[in-house]
């Protein structure tokens, strides 16, 4: 495969071009740096039929992803279901639903399964033989899982109060779990440190620019799979904000090099209120994210305070006429359960926090309700029980007679059919 495609690190603020290698800030004003393409020589080398050709992972669109030579890390990941949710719609009073299922992404059921198989595969290109990151979860789920088939030795660093089930799944796969006291902007301040002294590759930390691109091909495949066409809205979590803005960019790299013709779309950001700047910064009409010191809400997946992305996600949503929203972890334990009810999907706690802001969102009329919706569910909900444990009821127990069961259907008329 030709390596030209992906050609340079660019600095989002000052278009200054870098090496391909690990480094994440541009040295003159600390803008973020980008991965940056050729698209006309994409142009020639891509076409739908080509993508519809290769096998049904994240990697079909891989001229559009920044590595070099094939990837060697997560080569199952991806082309999860997009399902018409039709009882959902019913239930939000909307005419077209979908769901983008990522809770059944592989291997580690979360959409950052994607930015991993990214960032692990261009870190053996770079020579990285420790592999390490800051994460809320899924994404050390992700790490220890990844890094364990490819035989890497792996580091993830978490605040030492996350869910029981994302510590475990990371444990599980003989990483190196080390929890911080702290919520997660001093871990990955920590991570900062950690990279710069012992030279590790950290996934979203030296490595950010090639993890954040693995974020487009969520986006790539929702066009796909509504048969080439980019939704109206897409309804999107936002944690550091880097999801949102990624699956913008897939949406008008796609136009950009002729796979799809130019086409309006709105996409919108989701936030727990117990951690919402970004949320906040759009309401109140700036761009400057006012950092939230102490998270306090049951979506820790998405518990960023400072988000690193903040800034380019809210300029995103509103350049393309969408909107934010947040909600209460009551309503996200409502939005887990209607998602539950209606489409028999459980998702974590994000899920939940997307649902619940879209029912929001279209009960305020920010998002229409007779046009085409995408609404992005990113994890699982076997990782984050604690959150519904007591919210579901308990099962009735009766012992094996017959008797038994008859008079619980006689007390319990929802029981019989
Ligand atoms: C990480 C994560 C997100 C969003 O991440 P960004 O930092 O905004 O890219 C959304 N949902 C889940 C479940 C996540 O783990
Ligand atoms: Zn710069």
């Known amino acids: 495969m030709a390596t030209e495609f992906f050609s340079n690190l660019k ?22 740096l980008e991965a940056a393409y050729d698209y006309s020589l994409i142009q020639k080398h891509i076409s739908r039929k080509i993508i519809e050709s290769r096998p049904q992972t994240m990697w079909r669109y891989r001229e559009l992803l920044p590595i070099e030579g094939d990837p060697t890390v ?55 033989k420790i592999v390490a990151c800051a994460s809320t979860g899924n994404l050390a789920n992700s790490v220890a899982a990844n890094a364990a088939s490819a035989g890497l030795e792996s580091y993830v660093l978490i605040p030492a109060d996350l869910e029981q089930g994302k510590v475990l799944n990371s444990l599980v796969y003989g990483t190196n779990v080390i929890g911080i006291h702290g919520p997660y902007d001093q871990v990955n301040r920590l991570c900062s440190e950690i990279a710069g002294k012992y030279g590790w590759g950290f996934v979203n930390v030296n490595l950010r620019p090639y993890y954040a691109e693995g974020s487009k091909s969520m986006g790539f495949e929702i066009v796909e799979q509504l048969g080439w066409e980019v939704p109206a809205h897409t309804i999107i979590p936002m944690a550091s904000g880097s999801l949102l803005t990624k699956i913008s960019k897939s949406y008008q790299e796609f136009m950009k090099v002729g796979i799809i013709p130019e086409s ?42 400072t988000p690193a992305d903040g800034y380019y996600a809210v300029n995103e949503v509103r350049n ?24 028999g999907i459980f998702a974590e706690t994000a899920g939940g926090v997307t649902v619940g802001c879209a029912k929001k969102l279209i009960e305020t009329g920010k998002v229409p309700r007779d046009e085409r919706i995408v609404i992005c569910i990113t994890g699982n909900g076997l990782k984050t029980m604690d959150a519904v444990m007591n919210h579901v009821g308990a099962p009735r127990v009766i012992n094996p007679s017959l008797r038994e069961f008859d008079q619980l259907l006689a007390q319990n008329p929802s029981l019989t059919v």
């Open 11 to 32: 600095c989002r603020e000052c278009g200054r071009l870098y090496p391909k290698k690990a480094i994440h800030v541009c040295e003159f004003d600390f803008g973020p």
């Open 74 to 128: 997560g080569l199952k990941v991806g082309f999860t279901p997009l399902i018409k949710a039709d009882n959902l719609a019913k239930a939000l009073g909307a005419k077209e639903v979908y769901i983008k299922n990522d809770a059944v992404n592989f291997p580690t059921l979360s959409f950052k399964d994607r930015v991993v198989a990214v960032a692990l595969s261009r870190a053996r290109e770079l020579g990285f």
């Open 264 to 305: 309006k779309y709105s996409v919108h950001g989701a936030q727990a209120s117990g951690c919402s700047p970004i949320s906040q910064a759009f309401k109140s009409g700036t761009d400057l994210i006012k950092p939230v010191p102490k998270p306090n809400t049951i979506a820790k997946s998405l518990a960023i305070g």
């Open 320 to 343: 393309t006429k969408g909107a934010c929203e947040d909600i209460t972890d009551q309503e996200i334990v409502d939005g887990i359960k209607l998602l539950a009810e209606t489409e």
